[in-house]
């Protein structure tokens, strides 16, 4: 048997925390290394070896990290949103970029609904009031769901699935999405409208768009000014999308009844004026932190990244 020679394996970068099937998938035939990937003064040089690198949301991939590494073949993001990959400059580069797009869209949904539900009965707020002592039960009134109007702010596979959740709560469902096809939303019993339609008519309104040039801002203060008085927001998707300052001026003066956020402009978040708020529930970018969602995610692109070091063809993962 012939011992392998340090320094010969393709390197694997893995610069965020993945499930530790991972590894089982990568095999033997590379080297793994780890990295802080939101800690820039270590990525860039742990970059200078990467044939790959692997990453959630928090490492940023952009043009200064692609030159970074010259090796890199292949950019691996163990989940959905591309938007922290200058997907461009790879490409310019030759290098490819897999992502896992259907890996935890199951529990991302599940976490908006859950999200909604907490913040119509104040759950986070009335358990923390609890825990202090105090038993309080008019205070904590809450809305109930069904029969009510929730809109749906881009209807592709995540919000397809939070539609058909609540669904089942009693609720119409509406949705703005102009790059579907009618008949399809028609199929799923959602209504599709303009956005200033959605906004004037929905009690809830759950948010599930990329994050891009366009959606960046799509609501701020001027589309929340518009909504039904006591309407309840979720964004599980991106930060950046509702507009922070507006939101927390909003729920300030009761236009917005209450926000189930998951994500934040700039992350990681632990200070923000929507944490001193009452009426909202905050997560820490947890719609994709489940058991079954990482490990789908990281054996998908585990198994893509295999591929690509072998020079194999990539399929969809
Ligand atoms: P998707 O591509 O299946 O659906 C996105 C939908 O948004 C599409 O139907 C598209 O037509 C629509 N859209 C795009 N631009 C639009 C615009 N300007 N106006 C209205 N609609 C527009 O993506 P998905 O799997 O449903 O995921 C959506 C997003 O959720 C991801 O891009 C990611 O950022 C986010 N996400 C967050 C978590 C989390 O942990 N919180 C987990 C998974 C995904
Ligand atoms: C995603 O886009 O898949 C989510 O942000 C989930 C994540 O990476 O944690």
């Known amino acids: 048997m012939t011992a392998t020679v340090p320094g010969t394996l393709p390197v694997v970068l893995i610069a965020e925390e993945l499930a530790p099937s991972v590894l089982g998938v990568l095999g033997t035939d590379v080297e793994i290394r780890h990295v802080d990937g939101a800690d820039r003064g270590a990525l860039l ?18 043009a200064e990290a692609l030159a970074a590494a010259p090796n890199l073949k292949v950019v691996a993001r163990a989940g959905i949103g591309l938007d922290n990959v200058d997907v461009a400059a790879a490409t310019e580069r030759g290098v490819m970029v897999v992502n896992a797009p259907t890996s935890n869209i199951v529990s991302a949904a599940e976490h908006a609904v859950a999200l909604l539900l907490a913040a119509a009965r104040h759950i986070p707020a009335a358990d923390a009031s609890l825990r202090e002592g105090a038993w309080k039960r008019s205070k904590f009134t809450g809305v109930e769901v069904t029969e009510k109007t929730v809109g749906v702010v881009g209807l592709g596979r995540i919000g397809v699935l939070v539609a058909q959740r609540l669904a089942a709560f009693g609720v119409t469902l509406i949705a703005y999405d102009p790059y579907i096809q009618p008949g399809r939303a028609a199929q799923l019993g959602v209504r599709l409208v303009p956005l200033d339609e959605l906004l004037r008519e929905s009690d809830f309104i759950t948010i599930h768009l990329p994050k891009t040039p366009e959606t960046v801002g799509l609501i701020g203060a001027a589309e929340l000014a518009t909504t039904k008085p006591g309407v309840i927001i979720v964004n599980a998707a991106r930060g950046g999308l509702v507009d922070e300052a507006a939101l927390v001026d909003a729920l300030s003066s009761g236009q917005v009844r209450a926000a189930g956020i998951d994500v934040f402009a700039k992350e990681p978040c632990t200070d923000s ?34 591929l690509a070091l072998q020079g194999e063809f990539v399929p969809d993962a």
């Open 45 to 62: 040089p742990a970059l200078a070896d990467a044939a790959a690198v692997m990453i959630r949301s928090a490492t940023q991939i952009d």
């Open 273 to 306: 004026p929507l944490f001193g708020l009452r009426n909202t529930v905050v997560t820490p970018h947890l719609g994709a932190s489940t058991t079954e969602a990482q490990d789908k995610a990281g054996t998908a692109v585990a198994r893509s990244v295999r």
